[in-house]
């Protein structure tokens, strides 16, 4: 990244304001998206495992389980699940749900 400094020069990621300023959310469930956006970076979707996930937020592999689903019930994510031993596939909803959909 040119003319990056040390806040940058490993890049950054840019959260949807629905998802920061969301009610219907945890401060962890948005962490979790805002972390689940940075490695999925310029698609929709991502890969990473629970561990890896938890790791990276400094936080349980319960929490994180229960951050996902709380996004997936907002319908910011999807969860594609691909059988044991294979991590899930997180497809990031970038458009604001509409209303009567989820928990409103």
């Known amino acids: ?3 990056a400094d040390f806040l940058t ?3 950054f990621t840019q ?3 629905v998802v920061l300023k969301s009610k219907k959310i945890s401060p962890g469930a948005k ?6 956006l940075s ?3 310029q ?3 991502c890969f990473p495992g629970q561990q890896t996930l938890a790791k990276d937020m400094g936080s349980g592999l319960r929490s994180v389980v229960r951050y996902v689903k709380e996004l997936e019930q907002e319908q910011f994510l999807k ?3 691909r059988g044991q031993g294979r ?3 997180y497809e990031l909803n970038l458009v604001v749900p509409k209303v009567g959909r989820g928990k409103s």
């Open 1 to 3: 990244m040119r003319g």
């Open 9 to 11: 020069q490993n890049g």
């Open 79 to 81: 969860i594609k699940k």
């Open 31 to 36: 962490l979790a998206y805002t972390m689940l």
């Open 39 to 41: 490695y999925a970076w």
């Open 43 to 45: 698609n929709d979707f």
């Open 15 to 17: 959260v949807p304001n």
């Open 87 to 89: 991590v899930n596939v």
